[in-house]
């Protein structure tokens, strides 16, 4: 059975940093790509990062270029999500999701991802 357990979410103040874990095991060989999604409450859930498990290409959405970097570690078989200088506006639920996807950029393409964790909450106060 397909695995991914999210860690590493947690509550700090504006400026902070935090990192997300995302552990996978049992992942199909078909695929390709690891992204990090977000959902705050009343708002739709977006792609804010993702990672080509071969090749550690990757690709953020504006919002959190520069602050955000997403990196894997094969060994370990898991994805992480760096994130520095956090704003409010980055409190949401955040997950992560597996899947097989052919396109540059952001993870807008959230049909692609047919496994996803059960996410960990992130808080920042200002």
């Known amino acids: 059975q397909v695995q991914l357990v999210e860690s590493g979410g947690g509550s700090v103040q504006a400026g902070g940093s935090l990192r997300l874990a995302c552990a996978a095991s049992?992942?199909?060989?078909?695929?390709?790509?690891i992204g990090w999604f977000r959902q705050a409450p009343g708002k739709e859930r977006e792609g804010v990062a993702s990672?080509?498990?071969?090749?550690?290409?990757?690709n953020y959405i504006d919002s959190v270029k520069g602050r955000f970097t997403i990196s894997r570690d094969k060994a370990k078989n898991t994805v992480y999500l760096q994130m520095n200088n956090l704003k409010p506006e980055d409190t949401a639920m955040y997950y992560c999701?597996?899947?097989?996807?052919?396109?540059?950029?952001?993870?807008?393409?959230?049909?692609?991802?047919?496994?996803w964790g059960q996410g960990t909450q992130v808080t920042v106060s200002s």
């Open positions: 049992r992942l199909p060989i078909s695929i390709n790509n």
């Open positions: 999701a597996a899947g097989f996807r052919l396109s540059l950029g952001p993870p807008t393409d959230e049909g692609k991802f047919n496994y």
């Open positions: 990672i080509y498990t071969t090749t550690g290409s990757s």
